[in-house]
């Protein structure tokens, strides 16, 4: 078996990177950083739904 040298592999393609680097290029650091912040508006907007589905019966039963 052959040794390669210690390294990591890019986040999103898998392309081998050096030890301190988490992604191959820029396109693939853009790709996570997009996905990233689509996960995090999506996880908001689930919170906010979920507080709506809890709090609205109690504030129309209050008003109404």
Avoid at 5 to 19: D, E, L, M, Q, S
Avoid at 23 to 42: G, N, P
């Amino acid at each position: 078996m052959t040794e390669t040298a210690p390294h990591k592999h890019c986040v999103v393609c898998g392309n081998a990177v050096g030890g301190d680097e988490n992604f191959c290029d820029e396109l693939c650091e853009s790709k996570f950083k997009s996905a990233q912040r689509r996960q995090q508006l999506l996880f908001a907007a689930f919170i906010v739904l979920m507080a709506l589905i809890l709090f609205l019966p109690s504030l129309l039963k209050m008003i109404g």
